[in-house]
């Protein structure tokens, strides 16, 4: 695992400041602290830093083919490497070391830009042909590994695994996008392809870019998207069978490596699920570390011994600590744009405790889309059947402005379950089916971010709401029905904004390399088309592969009430965070960016520090959006928190 960056001239041949390039792969040290390399030339400079985990002898970046003409800088790991060095010297191919990195460079001379189409892993690289005067960059398929870019103002493209390495570059502009503002606080996080920033953009999952000097920037290549194709006629019992037989083989090909290796384990099912393959494939003892919460109601630990016994594991346990506050400004430092996820705390401890073992570890994301583990998901199924008997009773702008009006006049039980919550009802089924359920997963709603947001940020806006994201995707899904339709957006959305990008920073913080068995490119291709019954099936989400995992966990673990990975984050807005809130959120950062309206502001703190209503996610939100403001900006700017005033408030607003 590792760090990459780059400078390519756009316009020509201009000499590489190296020092500069320099600069750009240091901020990128902590991704791997082993070894780092440089190469430039006339209009292009590249840089790596190492985690050797594979080929700790002869894996040295960047790498070239044999006459020097290709040369890559690669993060992430190939796991058919082996298979395709065998199948390239076949071709006649040459190998002068053992790593997966030289696998790449030779899959591209044999087969040009389809060589990603090969790679069973999770990598972003970027390789320069010189023969070919072309600069290709390439991300894996469900965006495990993350790859920035951007154009500075002195006409030449970055790019980089984190912002970080791009704002180390002085040309490089510092903008806000005001689209990317409004993306951030209804998801919680900026999804693909924006970044924070204006000039500066995230290479898709599944995506490929060939730049050529003196051509304008193309726009990315989709080589990979979730299909969807329904499987031939399985029963149950084969179709739970070959399940596990893709997962068991998915953590087997992990699990090289010439380092120490481990798991996380939750106690959920999906970590649980890995652990329990993992300790078959492994002679020694697996090494397994989780998070312990002082709330009973966030703590999950006894369910984790449980499978830490029955398998014998070397298992570590970390007590998260009530005031461990200090992370807010580190994660801002850390994610280099806003991120409302609050387990990235937690994460990042777990990640702390795993590095302590092991230099790999292996985790359970990714099952929850694709196999419907979310309650949302659930309820979305609901509400959609209930959607499509009115459709031809109800036209929709009848059906809008009825269950619209009820919606605003019921009121707000944030205390209740949500199948009790009639307001939210009423919401969602006032809406076609993408617009419900961006409805269900945004942090702040329409009519709360009309509220918060400044008339000048509104203006900027120009009418754009974040629901665009999912209609760009819905549009493009190969999803047969409607539970398929919001696992495929979320696979596009939250899983590579939130979800991997919470474990990649964390992890990477550690220098630990994380693994993710369930998030297998073919893996997930299959189980996207299985029968949605045997997804979700009277309302229990990842009914076939609870019941294929019966034999290896115990059913109180399968079958418990779904618990997720997360603080208590409501109590701590009320006790021990709420003079930190209140000094953060009413201080000079917010007041002077101009993009809130204050009275708001004070208005969300006040409902929720006398219980009269849970607003612990948008308080959240702006929190970590306001350790943005005072942490990053100001830094990538080269000024104190009182320059951010000129920066955002010069007209227009935000934009350039």
Excluded at 279 to 293: D, K, L, Q
Excluded at 375 to 383: D, K, N, P, S
């Amino acid at each position: 695992m590792c760090g990459i960056v780059g400078i390519f001239d756009l316009q020509g041949q201009r000499d590489i400041d190296v020092q500069i390039l320099l600069r750009m792969n240091h901020s990128l040290r902590h991704r791997g602290p082993d070894e780092d390399g440089l190469h430039h030339e006339p209009g292009l400079g590249l840089g790596h830093r190492r985690l050797s985990v594979i080929d700790l002898a002869s894996g040295q970046q960047p790498l070239f083919n044999g006459d020097r003409s290709v040369a890559i800088v690669f993060n992430g790991e190939i796991y058919n490497y082996r298979l395709l060095m065998a199948e390239l010297r076949q071709f006649g191919h040459v190998f002068r070391t053992s790593s997966d990195t030289e696998v790449i460079v030779h899959a591209w001379e044999q087969w040009g830009e389809q060589c990603v189409q090969r790679l069973r892993g999770m990598f972003a690289f970027a390789l320069w042909d010189r023969r070919r005067h072309l600069l290709f960059l390439a991300r894996d398929r469900l965006g495990v590994k993350p790859l920035y870019y951007g154009q500075a103002s002195d006409g030449t493209l970055l790019f980089g695994s984190e912002l970080k390495a791009l704002l180390a570059y002085p040309a490089m502009p510092r903008t806000l996008d005001p689209l990317a503002v409004e993306d951030y606080f209804a998801y919680g996080y900026v999804p693909e392809p924006r970044s924070i920033f204006q000039h500066a953009l995230k290479l898709p999952p599944g995506h490929t870019l060939s730049i050529r000097a003196g051509q304008p920037l193309p726009a990315p290549r989709q080589y990979w998207d979730v299909p969807f194709t329904p499987h031939a006629h399985a029963s149950e019992a084969q179709a739970g069978d070959e399940l596990l037989a893709r997962l068991r083989e998915a953590v087997r090909i992990r699990m090289v490596a010439e380092v120490p290796l481990g798991a996380f384990l939750s106690g959920g099912v999906d970590s649980s699920a890995v652990v329990a393959m993992m300790a078959g494939a492994s002679a020694s003892p697996v090494n397994t570390c989780s998070i312990a919460f002082g709330d009973p109601a966030f703590d999950e630990t006894r369910h984790a011994e449980l499978v830490a016994r029955r398998y014998g594991t070397a298992h570590h346990v970390l007590q998260a600590g009530q005031d461990d506050f200090q992370l807010i400004d580190l994660l801002a430092n850390l994610y280099d744009e806003p991120f409302a996820d609050s387990s990235a705390m937690p994460t990042y401890r777990v990640c702390q405790l795993a590095r302590q073992r092991v230099t790999v570890a292996l985790s359970g994301d990714g099952g929850d889309e694709s196999l419907a583990g979310y309650r949302r998901y659930r309820l979305h199924a609901r509400e959609e059947k209930v959607r499509q008997v009115m459709d031809p009773l109800l036209p929709a702008g009848l059906r809008q402005s009825l269950f619209g009006t009820l919606g605003r006049l019921y009121p707000k039980a944030d205390w209740a379950p949500r199948f009790l919550r009639a307001k939210t009802t009423f919401e969602g089924l006032a809406r076609d089916t993408t617009d419900a359920y961006f409805h269900s997963v945004s942090i702040l709603g329409d009519a709360m971010r009309a509220r918060l947001f400044s008339p000048a940020l509104r203006h900027q806006l120009q009418g754009y709401r974040a629901v665009e994201v999912l209609r760009r995707h819905a549009a493009a899904s190969p999803a047969p029905d409607a539970l398929s339709q919001v696992q495929y957006l979320d696979l596009k959305t939250y899983l590579p904004g939130d979800i991997l990008t919470k474990v990649d920073r964390a992890s990477m913080a550690h220098a630990l390399e994380v693994r993710s068995p369930l998030l297998d490119h073919e893996l997930v291709a299959w189980m996207s088309g299985l029968p949605t019954h045997l997804k979700l099936h009277r309302g229990e989400g990842k009914y076939l592969f609870k019941k294929a995992l019966r034999p290896l966990l115990p059913d109180s673990l399968l079958y418990r009430q779904k618990m997720g990975f997360s603080v208590p984050l409501a109590s701590w807005l009320r006790g021990p965070l709420r003079q930190r809130l209140q000094d953060r959120l009413l201080g000079p950062t917010l007041a002077q960016c101009g993009l809130f309206e204050m009275d708001y502001v004070r208005h969300l703190i006040e409902q929720h520090g006398s219980s009269r209503r849970d607003y612990s996610a948008p308080l959240w939100s702006l929190l970590m959006f306001e350790a943005f403001l005072r942490q990053v900006l100001p830094a990538a700017m080269g000024s104190d928190p009182s320059g951010l005033t000129p920066a955002l408030m010069s007209e227009p607003l935000i934009m350039s």
